[in-house]
């Protein structure tokens, strides 16, 4: 049997009497990429806290790569890279020297810094002091740094957050990349088109509960509705109608929807999983 | 615990070090307020009266001259030599002895004698030189003083000069700022920054963490001690104790600041605590500038038991062996600053996984 890259059960974490996470289970393997959707004070961080082993959980059970977290903390972090939600980089360091001091922590006696930070696109800059850094550069950097020991598991809290387009997709690229080698990624974001791209499977977490967990797919299938948009342009109008996909006369619906006069577009009006998470909560992601 | 870790973290901080203000502030400041003091309370800029000499014959004075330790002098060959020196400032007074100056004086008659006085020499520095120069004519012509000054120190202390009393006061000043406001802000900096967390998430435990920042704190107190102490003229013919002193002192301050770091919000918190905990630190070197007070007193503040035995080495000349129960006292100390950081050190990393 393969061993799961995250097994988690029944774990749960307060602080005094708020409800951080609330005996949520569940399990990621080698290779696939987690997203962790939710809205601010979900549950999110103190999540990968525990999964990292920042936080003890008070119930429950957090294994990484077949070992207990707390039992093995420090064995299990030199397996592992966090990419912070906080750009928590020396400032007054370059590029280079952060790398190079975090290899060093991970017993990397001659890192590659140049092809760490070709990968990021930071590498006509390495010698610049971070605090010259624009937010994306940082960013770019903060995910080079979770990389470093080449994880088996990437823990990443909203890589993208707020970042420009270029940055957001060299960060989403990587991500892709790394799950291609086989690391396990757990990936807390706001950004649900991001998490739709990138994410084998999402789990929605508010207030403390998993509320659902499955693929993009099954969630849009089990709690969107499966409709076709038809526009066409009729006596100088534009008019609109919606196919529903789940009754039994679809079939000559669509056939009479293409032959439209005037027909201008067909889309498929999937749901988001904003809009699935909106049903599930009764609340938005931010 | 890494030794390895702390050892890696260790060379961070002093290679980032430099880049920083408060490193910089911590390095200078100890030399800065020694300069001061020393520049008010003397010691620093009281050089020897320089007198030179041209000896046309064959003087005894130049020879009796040369043995006070507290004149400066220069023997030189020519009378322009000695003008243009005294001229150019590079002396204060310059002396001609005529041929056969000796010969006489001790027959009893009055030679001209003549010296050049420098325009920009101390007023003090000139009546020194001219009162010794009338002394020693009056020993080579066999006249015996005209009184006999006795001496009398008023007050019922020890009569240890201010400029010795401060010697403790600077060196903890070192100690204390390096000790103390480094490892602290060191802390309180990668607390404030997160990147602390991105260190924790590593192998890296929390003690090697904290271990070093303290090495780094250590070194910084130790050394600018050591340079205090050099510059004041404090080290004794014992500097392995005189180092012994240094480095408990160094300990007791660099366990203080970590417990600082460790617990305090933010870096004006730090400076408030120091402000108004600093007196407890300074209390023993401030009693020692008036030895009037009773012994006791200074016993009651913790850093006594590094001020007392670098008193004791520094104005008394004792030994090791003298001071080390005051020593022994200081390392306990220290071994009880460091039960009460270990456990503050867990809690700061819980605080810091919680906030």
Redesign the interface.
Known sequence: MDTKAIEVQNVRYF?GKTRAVDGISFEVSPGEVMGFLGPNGAGKSTTI?ML????QPQEGSAWLLGMDVMKHR??I??R?G?C?E?K??????TAK?NLQ??A????IRHYDTGTALRRVGLDDRHNDRVKRYSKGMRQRLMVA?ALV?TPDILFLDEPTDGLDPVSSRAIRSIIQEEAQRGAAVFLTTHDMNEADQLSDRVAFINEGKIVAIDTPENLKLQHGTRTVKVRARQNDKVIEKVVSLDTGDTGDQLKQAVVTPGLLTIHTEEATLEDIFVKLTGRGLV | MSIRNSWIIFIKDMLMGPRTMMVLWLFVMPLLITFVIRLIFGGLIDPSPRLGIVDLGSSSIPAVVAELDEIEVTILDSVEILREQVETDDLDAGLILEEGFDKLVISGKFPELRMFVGGESLASTRVVLAVTVVDLVRGLAGEPAAVEVVTEVIGDGPTVPIEERLVPMLVLLSVALGGVFLPASMLIQERINRTADAVLATPVQVGDFVLAKGAVGFLLAFGMGVLTLLINGGFTRYVAGNLTVIAVGALMSVLLGLILGATVKDLQTMFAVWKSGGIILFAPAVLFLFPSIPGWIPKLFPTYYFLGPLYEMTVNAASLSEVYIDLIIGVGISAVLFAILTPLAKRMEMRLAIA
């Open positions: 602080y806290k990292t082993g920042m936080l420090k064995e972090q030199g592992i966090v912070f906080e928590n980089l020396y400032l007054n360091m020297e001091f975090f060093r922590l991970f017993g740094r020991n």
